[in-house]
């Protein structure tokens, strides 16, 4: 029985976490001050290597002065992840989203991008 336990601890030294906090997100769309031109927006980004799950928000205006967090959401890599994407029906407004990569120990700091949902031709 004790050599069970010494193995267990032994083992779980050998499964290192790695680190990603080096690593950056890359936004893909929308894109940096962008305007798009319907409210069914699709948000997508390049994955990190080693990252278990996305942290994704979105804020009106800005984070800065956010008078609404529209999205405050996880996206997990696991058997069900559909890729680093993600959609969300927004109304006419400004925008900022970011995401950060994550795993059991590490993360990456946010990435971030504004842009403009304008519906209309005002």
């Not at 029906?89 to 900022?96: G, I, R």
């Given at each position: 029985m ?14 290192e ?11 893909l769309?929308?894109s ?9 927006v ?10 278990t ?17 529209v ?35 590490y993360?990456?700091?946010?990435s ?11």
């Amino acid at each position: 029985m004790v050599l069970f336990a010494l193995c267990t601890v032994g083992c779980e030294d050998l499964l290192e976490v790695p680190d990603i906090s080096d690593e950056q997100v890359l936004l893909l769309a929308p894109s940096d001050s962008t305007t798009v031109v319907q409210t069914d927006v699709n948000f997508t980004w390049n994955e990190v290597y080693e990252a278990t799950q996305y942290h994704i928000q979105v804020a009106a205006p800005s984070f800065e002065n956010a008078a609404q967090i529209v999205v405050d959401t996880l996206i997990v890599v696991d058997s069900l992840y559909a890729g680093p994407k993600f959609n969300k029906t927004l109304t006419d407004s400004a925008y900022e989203w970011r995401v950060k990569a994550q795993n059991s120990g590490y993360e990456t700091d946010f990435s971030l991008n504004r842009f403009t949902v304008q519906t209309s031709e005002n």
